[in-house]
């Protein structure tokens, strides 16, 4: 990670949503960015891969009128640094989310996981780091892409991230080019508006936030989490957007008839970044379920 262009909170993060939240935390090594608002049973967000806090810009307000929301950039993304030793293995990244907890003192009651942070959520709870009563995945990334697309992803993402010059690559032409971060995200069978294109423009940008996207990307294995969910202790929740073509909404009912206490809740006209483009519906089934017992 050292000599990339990482985002500046003065500068990309001079009107970064919930701004007035955020503060930097020293933990494990790496300075983290999060974000901590609301009051209530302790509420922790985890963001997915090429995200950061403000993927929660319209969704934690509204949890946060409940629950004390705890929102990190997770390593290497957003705000938060990444060293050249970082970890970016599944069991590497829970590890430091799991030494930021500690250093704050914060134990989850709930915790919501977009994506791959679902599955960084599970890892904390099956190593027994948090004992949340409830785990909500949307568009949950638990089970390897399946056919060709398991073998090819993790290979290009690995040789991308093995040439240093290919995440600069990849934010010059965002810089350039500001229809990208658009035309990624109707990849993944979504639409935000222009604020929410504008912000993930900005972190494209950064050759350093495209580094920690791609090192995660690479060094993601998803088979023996797969092995371990029949012992997920805590009731889960998973929430879908039926346009999703990032991750198969389909997976989420594979995932659910192997657990006993999981569910399904399937949203129309959104994708993969469902809890961007309908706050309100995501925030209903969150505090549905949160109420019961």
Known sequence: MLGLDRPS????????????????????????????????????LLHGTAGATHSWRDLAPLLAESFEIFAPDLPG?????AKPATDFSLPGVAKAVAGL??????????????????????????N?????RLLVGINAALKPFPGWAGA????????????????????WSAAIDREAAARLIA??????????????ARLLAKSGHCAGALEMMANWRLEPLLADLPRLAPRLLLIVGV???????????RVAARLARARVEALPNVGHLAHEENPKAVARLILAAAAEP
Not at 77 to 81: M, S
Not at 187 to 200: A, E, K, P
Not at 243 to 253: H, L, M, Q, T, Y
């Open 9 to 44: 909170f003065a500068r990309e993060g001079r009107d970064w949503p919930l701004r007035q939240y955020s503060r930097f935390v020293e933990a494990g090594g790496l300075r983290w960015h999060v974000q901590r608002l609301g009051a209530g049973p302790p509420m922790l």
């Open 77 to 81: 993304h957003g705000f938060t640094d």
């Open 101 to 126: 907890l500690n250093e704050t003192g914060f134990a989850p009651e709930i915790v919501v996981g977009h994506s791959a942070g679902a599955a960084i959520a599970a890892r904390l709870c099956l």
């Open 128 to 132: 027994g780091v948090i004992a949340p």
């Open 152 to 171: 090819l992803f993790p290979s290009l993402a690995k040789m991308i991230s093995a040439n240093p010059w290919l995440p600069r690559l990849f934010a």
């Open 187 to 200: 990849g993944m069978g979504s639409r935000l508006d222009r604020r929410g294109l504008d912000l993930y």
């Open 243 to 253: 346009n999703d073509r990032a991750v198969s909404p389909a997976e989420a009912s």
